[in-house]
């Protein structure tokens, strides 16, 4: 996406260098900045909204389903994730989860798995 407006503003300076006038190097642009938001936002909606049996690493992760191994509360605690032993805390800093309840994962940070009921 950081590439769209890098191509408008070559787009822009190209029509400079020639010698047109300043309003035509804005509408210049503007018009290439809006096209290539518009090609480029599908693309990267349907990268977003890929089903999770396509992600990799941990974004397949996220929505997955674990079990509690220890108590989890702020300061920390551990599910079995995908067969995998994973620290985990609750997403809600608040919340504590006993041992043995079924979670979902909300999120990853680094190492850690941020969990729910």
């Given amino acids: 996406m950081r590439r769209a407006p890098v191509l408008a503003a070559l787009l822009a300076a190209l029509l400079a260098a020639v010698g047109l006038g ?6 210049a642009f503007a018009l290439a900045s809006i096209a290539s938001l518009v090609l480029i936002r599908p693309i990267a909606k349907r ?11 941990t974004a397949a992760l996220i929505g997955e389903h674990a079990v509690a191994l220890e108590r ?9 994730l995908s067969g995998e032993v994973w620290s985990a805390r609750p997403y809600d800093e608040d919340h504590v989860i006993e041992p043995g309840t079924r979670v979902e994962v909300l999120s990853i940070r680094g ?7």
């Fill in 111 to 117: 190492a850690t798995a941020l969990v729910s009921e």
């Fill in 72 to 80: 989890i509360d702020s300061g920390g605690g551990t599910v079995k």
């Fill in 22 to 27: 300043i309003e035509l190097q804005v509408a």
């Fill in 47 to 57: 990268h977003l909204s890929q089903p999770s049996h396509l992600r990799t690493g």
